[in-house]
Structures are given as structure tokens and as C-alpha cells.
């Protein structure tokens, strides 16, 4: 026998009435109250599943009794309201895993538990920290499927079933093969697939003229891939270019066969002026601009079919090293930017503060955006599991980084390092005990340059496409009471 799980609750394996199950998504947890907000869907009304049939209840050996239509069991099934699913099917085995599960809570068999009990249940089943699936997820529907706090067979069924569709981290649910299958190969299937594909990383850097933005983003990817710094080379004039528009300048960096496609989006002279007033506009409609092209590609009848991805991934903000606290075009900017790039705050030059003023810098700071509300990557309500909200919370300690960039190599002990060299020592810009750029180089591109590009796509991209799909529905429905 199967139990099929569909869209709606037909009936109750206690007697009680089928309901639907209200879900949110996993993979954004969103923000609100000025801060960031997951990605919308126009919902439509959902049809209440009472009057349904009554379901079967399974034997003990897993074969249903006897009903007038044969065949699989609708069972209970956590949907999206007003959205049609094919719904999942569940096997015996994993059927009775719920049941046996339920029924150990269940003591006094009243055929209901507590609400609050799923999430202890679904982590006992599926295991502690199953990825991909938000606990929000587990808690919010309990509270709205229940009555009276109390929750029945069926809809636990249906809850567990909407938790299986967002995670592949079944635990006993899971099947046990018998031998070798071979899927383990798609790690590497995958991998050959994307080295001949490529990869692509878009950087913005912002911040004033001087704060060295060009210098950093060369020694991130020790090369010259930023405009030319004001260094100037052995026997050359020393040129600044200045623009006033932003400029966005793309590269192909290869490394151990992995080629990188990186564009690095310079924005010189930006509050350099006396009234700085909205100039950030330049820069939010370059980001717009963007997510435009790749929106309207995505949208368009015969799209190619590897659309070019210019959306910007990461913004480094570069605060000067005042010591004091941010500037109030620093708190500007970074609120207006927060909800739609992410944005890493850097202190530029650092080697100018010592390690007490560093440090309190770094605290007031952090204090001025909590207090003006800024969320800056990467922000804590789109976290996935324990273990990633583990590593993130180590890097927000440290934030904002603290750094010093050179390309510009030095001999010490026999090994070359990036530094500067001043009148007091040697500058090391990947020591750890002189700045933070490793810290930095280590997050952007060795553990989160992946995430930065996901984050991009799935809660920036979408609050934009929502929105502008909106805006031509509501558009499109005026132009039709106009007719």
C-alpha cells in the first residue's frame, strides 16, 4: 500500500475534520520591520478539505481494509494555500515510522498531542539539524493546524510530509539500499559539469576617494583586476582615473583549472562632493539595472540558455578610519542598500588606528547599525542550520573587518608576502596578527562566495522580481478597466 499525501487534509485517521496546512518557505527566513523581507508570492483562496471521504486505516501489517475504491489512501498534506500540488507518496515503512512516533507521544491514546511537541518529534525523526528545512517551518504550522493547542494524526502527517519536500535529510525515514548504486558519482558529475561550465562572482566596492578599494580588491585576487591604484610602478607616471559614473570592469582569473569569470564594479568619488545628498542613486540603480537585464532574459519567450549573470553578489562598504563612529552618510547609504546587495562594512587602511582604537571603533560601529536597524551579510534569520549559524556568528564577531591591502611583495625570511613597508616595521597583509584581510579574502572567496551568489538570487532577486511582476499585473489589470 501507498499513502498518497496531496494538497489538502480529506480526512482525519481519528475522526477529526481534514484542514489545510499553511507553510513557509524554508529557504528564506525574512525580515521585517525595515529590515529584509523574503521573497513574496500572490497567494490565491484555498478550498477547506471537509466533506471528504473517509480514509482507511491501515493494519497492522500495512494492507488497508476493505473500502469501496482501491487503490492508494489520500492522506493528510501540508500545501501552500491556494496553490495545486501533486503531493508526495509516502511508503509503508515510512508510514508506520509517523504513526509508531506519534503514538509514543500519544500516551493516553486520545488520538490528538500537543502542538508544540512536532519539532521535538520531526528532529527525533528526521535528525537534529536537517538542511534546508527552516524551524520555523515546524513551528508555526502545528499552532495553526491545531485546535485547542492539540493536534491529530493527520495533520501531523501532513506536516512531516511538508517538511520531507524541503529537506533530502530524511532520517529513519529514509531507504536503505541493498549494494552498491552508484549515486555517489554525482558529486563528481557535477563538478566536471560546472569546471567546463565556469564560474561568475560579481564585487562592488564603495566608499570614498583614497580609502584604497582598487589596492584591496587586486590583493584579493592577487592580480590587477580593479582600476589602477595609486601606487605607481617602478618608472611610471602615476594616473588616477576618475569617473562619476559607476564603471563596472570584468575579468577571467583561472586557478588549478577552475575559471572565474569576476567583475569587479568600481564607484570613485563617491561622497567626495560637498553636497553628497542622494548620491547613492547612481549606485541603487546600477544594482536595479541589473536584476532588470537578468529578469527581463528570464521572462523573454527564447531565452538563451546560460543567462549572463551581472547581478551585483557583494558590496564592500569602506568607512574611513575616523575611530569614532560612522559618518551619517555611512548609516545612509548602507540602509538604503541593505534590502537589496548584500553588504560586508570594511575598515579601510587599519593599519592607521592601533589595536585599542581598532577595537573600539569596531564596537560603535556595530552599535550605530543595530541601532539605525542595518542588516549586513551575512544576516542571521537566513541561516539554514546550527552549523551555519555557528560559522556566521564567529564572522559577525569580527565584523567589520579591519584591513589593510597592498600588492606590493616583500621579502621576509626568505619568503615573499604582500605587505607595506613603513618607517616602523613591515605591515604583513595576510597576517592574521597585523590585520583582518585574511579573515575577509577567507569569507568572500573560500566559504561563502557561494552563498553570497544564492543569497543573491533567492531573497534580493526575487524581492525585486516580485515587485516588478506586481507592478505589470496591477498595470496590465488597469489597462484592462480602462478598455
Excluded at 297 to 317: A, F, G, M, T
Excluded at 330 to 348: C, G, Q, R, S, Y
Excluded at 389 to 416: W, Y
Excluded at 431 to 454: G, S, Y
Amino acid at each position: 500500500m501507498s499513502t498518497i499525501v496531496n494538497g489538502s487534509v480529506n480526512a482525519s485517521m481519528n475522526g477529526g475534520h481534514g484542514m489545510q496546512t499553511p507553510v513557509r518557505s524554508p529557504a528564506q527566513a525574512g525580515m521585517t520591520n525595515g529590515k529584509m523581507q523574503q521573497p513574496r508570492s500572490p497567494a490565491t483562496p484555498a478550498s477547506q478539505g471537509r466533506g471528504s471521504p473517509a480514509m482507511p486505516t491501515p493494519t497492522a501489517t500495512g494492507n488497508p481494509k476493505a473500502t469501496s475504491t482501491p487503490g492508494p489512501t489520500q492522506v493528510a498534506g501540508g500545501s501552500v494555500p491556494g496553490t495545486k500540488q501533486q503531493g508526495m507518496t509516502l511508503s509503508d515503512d515510512q508510514y508506520q515510522v509517523l504513526r509508531k512516533a506519534f503514538h509514543e507521544v500519544d500516551t493516553e491514546k486520545t488520538g490528538s498531542i500537543d502542538s508544540s511537541l512536532v519539532p521535538q518529534i520531526a528532529k527525533k525523526i528526521l535528525g537534529a539539524h536537517p538542511f534546508g528545512l527552516h524551524n520555523d517551518g515546524l513551528l508555526l504550522q502545528p499552532k495553526e493546524v491545531g485546535k485547542n493547542g492539540l493536534i491529530q494524526f493527520s495533520d501531523f502527517v501532513g506536516i512531516m510530509s511538508e517538511a520531507m519536500s524541503q529537506t533530502t535529510q530524511w532520517g529513519a525515514l529514509k531507504t536503505d539500499i541493498k549494494g552498491y548504486v552508484g549515486i555517489d558519482t554525482l558529486q563528481e558529475q557535477i563538478r566536471k559539469k560546472a569546471l567546463k561550465k565556469g564560474f561568475e562572482f560579481n564585487i562592488m566596492v564603495v566608499g570614498a576617494s583614497g580609502l584604497g578599494k582598487s589596492t584591496l580588491v587586486n590583493t584579493l585576487f592577487k592580480a590587477k583586476v580593479s582600476r589602477r591604484s595609486c601606487a605607481p610602478e617602478k618608472d611610471q607616471i602615476p594616473i588616477i582615473p576618475k569617473t562619476v559614473e559607476v564603471k563596472a570592469i570584468s575579468h577571467v582569473i583561472e586557478e588549478n583549472g577552475v575559471r572565474l569569470k569576476l567583475t569587479v564594479t568600481d564607484t570613485p568619488g563617491f561622497g567626495d562632493h560637498i553636497n553628497n545628498e542622494n548620491c547613492w542613486l547612481p549606485i541603487l540603480e546600477f544594482i536595479n539595472e541589473q536584476y532588470e537585464k537578468f529578469l527581463s532574459e528570464e521572462i523573454n519567450i527564447s531565452r538563451k540558455k546560460q543567462i549572463p549573470d551581472s547581478r551585483v553578489h557583494v558590496c564592500l562598504y569602506f568607512i574611513a578610519p575616523t575611530g569614532h563612529s560612522l559618518k551619517p552618510l555611512d548609516t545612509e547609504f548602507m540602509k538604503k542598500l541593505d534590502k537589496v546587495v548584500n553588504v560586508i562594512p570594511v575598515i579601510a587602511k587599519a593599519d592607521t588606528l592601533t589595536v585599542e582604537e581598532r577595537t573600539l571603533f569596531k564596537q560603535r560601529i556595530m552599535a550605530d547599525l543595530g541601532r539605525e536597524g542595518i542588516s549586513t551579510y551575512p544576516m542571521k534569520d537566513l541561516e539554514m542550520d546550527d552549523e551555519d549559524a555557528q560559522i556566521n556568528e564567529s564572522l559577525r564577531t569580527q565584523m567589520p573587518f579591519a584591513v589593510v591591502g597592498s600588492d606590493k611583495s616583500h621579502t621576509v625570511d626568505g619568503n615573499e608576502v604582500l605587505g607595506r613597508l613603513t618607517n616602523w616595521g613591515l605591515i604583513e597583509v595576510e597576517n592574521p596578527n597585523h590585520c583582518e584581510f585574511a579573515n575577509l579574502r577567507d569569507m568572500l572567496i573560500r566559504t561563502h562566495l557561494q552563498d553570497l551568489k544564492d543569497v543573491t538570487h533567492s531573497i534580493h532577486y526575487e524581492n525585486f522580481r516580485y515587485e516588478r511582476l506586481q507592478a505589470r499585473q496591477k498595470f496590465d489589470k488597469a489597462d484592462e478597466s480602462r478598455c
